[in-house]
């Protein structure tokens, strides 16, 4: 059968993880990778309309112009996973917050703002904030504005690069100083944790978890995301604090890096998908 990765970064086909699994794939079927870089939209259509179609189309890249191109093949009624509509959903952080209000899970208080420096010119409309503050790109990508801010001086500091940027402001809830991050493959749920990159001087290390070590209420939040977004393929950061796990971003299809089984999880679950296809 045809498989199809849509990717944007030339690291992709040699990363320690994906790479395995392609390998793997493509001693059972046909793998191709289109890469988005540098292409739009209409560009990619028209190549990839010379191939052909695939069984399956694996989402890996989040730009704009691969977003648009797995909406127009799956309107074409071709499968891509992750959905066009779950990748948008987690890229936007907006849409990110009002899928977890939703479905009710827990998620930090948030704002959006068009720029960040209209933030800078609506402070009543931060005044339900407290200090510190947590600034993000409103759009997740390689390189976004993700800041912790403890004064209303930094914040006047960051206007100076990042005035033109769409942001979100969430609230700052203490932890216990680790990011733990949650990976989902078809339901099986991987995970480690590593220092919050919030903190500074620290190192940035994944300490994986046994499964005996990963707490069920970790594990039911985890697939409970992935049910609210209809994806497979997913990352979760989580903090602890004392109200419990608070989920603070999603990712739609890492890379899984340095996550002990992963390669096999993902070419069960593509074969799985393949074999639904037929």
């Known amino acids: 059968m045809h498989i199809c990765l849509l990717m944007d970064n030339p690291e992709t086909p040699r990363h320690p993880v994906l790479s395995v699994a392609l390998e793997t794939l493509q001693a059972r079927h046909a793998v191709r990778l289109l890469d988005m870089a540098g292409i739009s939209a209409t560009q990619a259509h028209e190549l990839e309309s010379k191939e052909q179609p695939a069984d399956l189309y694996l ?157 069920a209420a970790w594990q039911e939040l985890a697939l409970a995301i992935g049910q609210t977004f209809c994806m497979q393929l997913y990352g979760v950061d989580l903090w602890l604090t004392e109200k419990g796990p608070l989920p603070v971003d999603i990712n739609a299809f890492p890379g899984f890096r340095g996550v002990p089984g992963a390669s096999d999880a993902l070419v069960h679950l593509i074969g799985r998908l393949l074999v639904e296809a037929r």
């Open 59 to 215: 989402l890996k890249s989040h730009t704009p112009q691969a977003l648009e191109l797995a909406r127009m093949l799956e309107s074409r009624g071709r499968r891509v996973v992750n959905s066009w509509s779950a990748s948008r959903a987690c890229q936007d952080r907006v849409l990110t917050t009002e899928q977890m209000r939703a479905a009710k899970l827990p998620w930090p208080q948030t704002r959006a703002f068009a720029t960040l420096a209209d933030a800078l010119n609506a402070p009543a409309e931060l005044a339900s904030f407290s200090w510190p503050l947590i600034v993000k790109s409103r759009y997740s990508r390689r390189g976004d504005l993700v800041v912790k801010l403890d004064e209303p001086a930094q914040f006047q500091a960051l206007g100076t690069q990042w005035s033109h940027e769409p942001v979100i402001i969430q609230e700052f809830v203490s932890g216990d100083g680790w990011d733990h991050k949650l990976w989902v493959i078809d339901q099986r749920v991987f995970a480690a944790r590593r220092r919050s990159p919030l903190e500074t001087g620290v190192a940035r290390e994944d300490v994986p978890l046994t499964d005996s070590e990963l707490p």
